[in-house]
């Protein structure tokens, strides 16, 4: 059986993370850590979006057409009254200059009041105008212009952005508008943009309304899947995305199992993917966190004597703390086991209003695989977490009815094991969201 392509997963995963995002029903601090591009170290999902905007074909295309259309800015002529004495600036207002020699040094002709022209650029188009380079531009200085992947120079050779930069730094419509910091754009400056026929505007206006969709998470479906294929679908990136994937399906699964269970908007501090709540229950799911749990054995905590092999075992820990104090300078834990499941799901009884009690909890070991050998790896992991998952220092084995392990995995060939605690799921499975908890 083959692997389950890239594009296949972002087909799969892209409605999930559409409806997660509309409803700030996922963690965008841990879901940065996921979508990155190659080569940049964000770990901010509003930066992941900015980049995304600028890499989009509608953007690329703008910054293309803009040295064709930037001449075409709009400015309006307006005049000005100035008094100069002695000289003469620009046509002289005769009514304004009589007045004012009257008013002020009667007889002294060297007064005058002159209208002077001048071009005003602060006008709505061009704020809005301005608003979408500033935002451009800054992305691409600060994210794209060193990086030398082919993500970026297939869109955005040096060319273009040697465009941009001589577009806004340089260009001298440009610079006579209002300060990109210094512009709140009210709703007249956007429709002016809007209903403007020149291609400038409008395109600008289109563009910046798509920006604020997106950094307000108002994702469409083929927005999503654009986003998954630039950050996701490389070779080394894909076990991620199928993990999302795994997650993603697992949360549609409990809210679909709990009556009134619904997805929660998420703070910026919590460890959790996503949390989940009714009246009487909340669910946090986590994704490379371990939640209220841990999985932690110290050889210093066995009953002595050791057995003799357990002996040798905390000679070897003995020697390498001696060892990598004097080699690193740091401490190292004497662990016989730890670790922690790709996924885990807490479901908690709400049993007042300030108190829960933890009900049940599933581990998830995620393999994106077709082969027995890393199916068998990933099993033989989960039933170690299994085993050893502690909550406050006790064994979730001894303490807690409803302890469950899901080994989801890709395109492995398989049979149900034959207990109620343990689940093997594949891809085919896994799309089929009802079957995930029955």
């Given amino acids: 059986m083959a692997k389950t392509p890239a594009f296949d997963l972002v087909e799969a995963a892209q409605e999930e993370l559409a409806a997660f995002l509309a409803t700030g029903g996922i963690n965008e601090r841990k879901l940065s850590k996921k979508l990155d591009f190659s080569g940049l170290d964000i ?25 064709r259309r930037i001449r075409k800015v709009k400015k309006e002529s307006h005049r000005s009254s100035e008094i100069s004495r002695g000289e003469i600036r620009g046509k002289i207002d005769w009514g304004a200059t009589t007045k004012l020699r009257h008013s002020q040094s009667y007889g002294d002709t060297s007064l005058f009041v002159c209208e002077a022209p001048y071009f005003e650029y602060d006008i709505p188009e061009n704020l ?60 007249r400056d956007l429709d002016a943009a809007r209903k403007s026929r020149n291609e400038l505007y409008y395109e600008s206006y289109k563009l910046l309304r798509q920006y604020r969709k997106l950094m307000a998470n108002e994702f469409d479906k083929e927005e999503i899947g ?28 409990l809210s679909e199992e709990y009556p009134g269970l619904r997805i929660q908007p998420m703070r910026k501090t919590s460890d959790a993917i996503a949390r989940l709540e009714s009246q009487d229950r909340v669910v946090n799911v986590y994704h490379d966190a371990g939640g209220d749990l841990e999985w932690y054995e110290s050889i210093d905590d066995v009953k002595r004597p050791l057995p003799d092999y357990l002996q040798r075992y905390e000679r070897v820990l003995d020697e390498y703390e001696e060892a990598s104090q004097e080699t690193l300078g740091k401490n190292v834990k004497r662990s016989l086991f730890s670790g922690r499941p ?18 049940r909890v599933i581990l998830g070991e995620v393999k994106y695989t077709d082969k027995e050998s890393t199916f068998s790896e990933g099993l033989k992991q989960l039933l170690k977490y299994l085993q050893y998952a502690k909550s406050d220092e006790e064994y979730l ?21 034959e207990r109620d605690d343990l689940s093997v799921f594949d891809t085919d499975l896994l799309r089929e969201t009802e079957e995930l908890l029955s």
């Fill in 342 to 359: 790709d996924v885990v799901v807490e479901v908690y009884e709400k049993t007042s209003a300030d108190d829960e009690t933890l009900q």
């Fill in 226 to 253: 654009e986003l998954l294929q630039q950050t996701l679908v490389e070779p080394k990136e894909v076990s991620t995305l199928f993990e999302l994937f795994c997650v993603f399906k697992l949360v549609r699964a």
């Fill in 43 to 67: 770990d901010d999902f509003s930066r992941i979006k900015q980049v995304h905007f600028v890499l989009s074909k509608p953007a690329v295309e703008f910054v293309q057409e803009l040295p």
């Fill in 397 to 417: 084995k001894e303490t807690l009815s409803k302890l469950e392990g899901f080994l989801m995995v890709d395109s492995v060939a398989f049979d149900q094991p």
């Fill in 128 to 187: 809005v105008l301005k608003k979408l380079l500033s935002i451009i531009y800054r992305t691409v200085e600060r994210d794209l212009k060193e990086v030398e992947y082919e993500w970026r120079t297939d869109r955005w050779d040096d060319e273009l952005v040697t465009d941009i930069e001589r577009t806004f730094e340089r260009n001298v419509h440009v610079n006579r508008i209002r300060d990109p910091e210094d512009i709140r754009l009210r709703e």
